[in-house]
């Protein structure tokens, strides 16, 4: 016989209101140790151990209302007679480059210390006289209203600059390409069709080494071909000319050597010729893998780690002046030579004037003629003016501060660069100092090193150039360059592997040495 048991209504109330008191002091609890969980927070919340001195505006880059002012006062100047047009004959006047003219150095500490005037804010500007046949610097101030340029060339460089010390501008590129149709690509058709697959759909892409000869006064160009595919750097095709534009008048160019598939030729019908008899070995065009791309071959797993600022950043960034714990300095970002930094001082004391980067050379060895002279200065076409907007978590973290920069060359006018400078501190991952100890006397000692990093990138061609400046807690100061981007290469042929590498089928990356030039002035103490 079974016995149907039944819960007392008491017990059973008693039961449901003991759950919800549960459920209550859970939610309590949880509420109470959410509210004492550390937050991730960018607000300050230690002071600044420094303040903002805007004296070090001095050092400040142009701002985009100065360079226009600049530039409508050489406009308005007659005997100037300039173009800002970007496709600007080389025989005409072209305003090529305007940027801030750093007033002495003696001038600038007796303001920096409160023992001068405010010197006065002025800009250079580097004008292409076409029509004269010579390059000119100009100062123009004073920079709130120009009323004056005066020319510095003869002071700066002690001689007479000629026009064709010029860097190639794009007016002069629009002209190359179109010498380039005319002379070449419209007479060698075949050749590049069955050499390159050059049709109405496929092109080559052309790379100008460098220098543009090898006496004072040569402006005689070895330009390579390349695929038109991603990094086209690392997909030579063996096929490269000489190209002769010494002369401001284009109709008066013309093409020197062509080199094809290891063999010399003095002209565009030689080697036309040469490949109509067979005399010189065809290069045979087949697809090519696309081994350059940039694109991931595979999904991420996961996100990476990130680092975040718990209690707020220890630095701060006003105008072009930054505080970082006891350091402090300012900065800027010059069109030609790259970033550089100013009055940089370490617990109120002046180290150093000048920190700056000045020249990036290499030097490359080869068997291709274009190769076998390329030796590139970056500032003779621009190191800063390549710094593009960086890209959040893979240039800089997520957290850094990005500052925008204006620059004016080879434009018709000043160009915004949004987030080209980043700016953050930035856990080293190694101890600053540590000591552990268990003979005697257990003990342990240590710190944490993290750093502030002033980072801008540097595209230059085929290759990115991230440059860092690093301020220790310590008070020491790293200058760092890391290069990345691809390779220069040149096509595979006999002989050419004593220079080089293989990279890829008739792909060899070329021997070469970087040479870096930074500026550092010194001024420990005010000495």
């Known amino acids: 016989m079974m016995v149907e048991g039944k819960m007392n209504p008491l ?75 970007q496709i600007t ?27 001068g005037t405010k010197p006065v804010r002025e800009a250079t500007a580097v004008v292409f006289h076409g029509a004269k046949g010579y390059i000119k610097e100009y100062v123009v101030g004073p920079l709130d209203n120009p009323t004056y340029h005066r020319d510095v060339t003869k002071e700066r460089y002690q001689v007479d600059v000629p026009i064709n010390a010029r860097p190639a501008t794009i007016g002069e590129y629009v002209l190359v390409f179109r010498f380039f149709e005319t002379e070449i690509f419209s007479k060698l058709e075949k050749l590049l069709r069955e050499s390159f697959g050059v049709d109405k759909k496929k092109t080559l892409n052309a790379f100008e080494q460098m220098p543009r000869g090898v006496r004072s006064g040569d402006r005689k160009t070895w330009v390579s071909f390349f695929r038109d595919m991603s990094g086209m750097y690392i997909h030579p095709v063996g096929f490269e000319i000489l190209l002769n534009h010494e002369s401001l008048n284009m109709s ?101 004037y000048e920190l700056s980067v000045q020249e990036a050379m290499s030097v490359y060895g080869s068997v291709t003629p274009g190769m076998i002279i390329t030796k590139f200065l970056d500032s003779s076409i621009g190191i800063g003016r390549f710094a593009h907007e960086l890209v959040r978590g893979v240039d800089c973290p997520y957290q850094a501060t990005y500052v925008d920069t204006y620059r004016y060359i080879d434009a018709p006018l000043p160009v915004r660069f949004r987030n080209s400078i980043c700016i953050f501190e930035h856990n080293m991952g190694q101890p600053l100092r540590r000591h552990f100890a268990d003979f005697f006397h257990n003990n ?19 290759y990115d150039y991230m440059w860092d400046f690093i301020f220790y807690q310590s008070g020491s100061v790293e200058v760092k360059v890391h290069a990345t981007g691809y390779i220069s290469s040149s096509y595979l042929l006999p002989g050419s592997k004593t220079h080089g590498h293989q990279v890829a089928e008739n792909v060899l ?10 500026k550092v002035d010194l001024d420990v103490l005010g000495e």
């Not at 880059?61 to 226009?68: G, N, V």
């Not at 002046?321 to 100013?342: C, E, I, N, Q």
């Not at 342990?444 to 230059?460: D, H, P, Q, W, Y």
Request: hydrophobic share 40%; charged share 25%.
């Open 89 to 115: 004959k080389p025989s005409e006047n072209f305003l090529f480059l305007i940027e801030l003219s750093l007033p002495k150095k003696a001038e600038v500490l007796a303001y920096l210390d409160e023992k």
């Open 252 to 352: 008066q160019w013309r093409i020197e050597k062509l080199f094809y598939n290891g063999k010399y030729f003095d002209s565009v019908e030689e080697l036309q010729r040469a490949y109509d008899n067979g005399s010189v070995k065809k290069i045979v065009y087949k697809e090519s893998p696309d081994y350059g791309s940039l694109k991931p071959r595979s999904k991420p797993l996961q996100i990476g780690p990130q680092q975040f600022y718990s209690e707020g950043a220890r630095y701060n960034v006003s105008n072009n002046h930054v505080l970082y714990l006891d350091w402090s300095f300012a900065f800027g970002l010059s069109s030609l030579t790259g970033m550089k930094v100013f009055d940089v001082r370490f617990k109120g004391e002046r180290i150093a």
């Open 11 to 85: 017990a059973k109330w008693a039961l449901v209101l003991l759950g919800l008191l549960s459920l209550i002091l859970n939610i309590v609890l949880i509420g109470i140790h959410s509210s004492r969980a550390p937050k991730c927070s960018r607000e300050r919340i230690h002071p600044l151990r420094g303040r903002h001195d805007d004296r070090t505006l001095v050092f400040a880059d142009l701002t985009r209302e100065e360079y226009m002012k600049v530039q409508q006062y050489l406009l308005k100047q007659k005997d100037l007679a300039i173009s800002t047009s």
């Open 509 to 518: 990356g070329n021997i070469h040495t970087h040479f870096i030039n930074f």
């Open 444 to 462: 342990f000692g240590g710190m944490a090193n993290s750093a502030l990093v002033f980072r801008t990138i540097t595209a230059i061609g085929n």
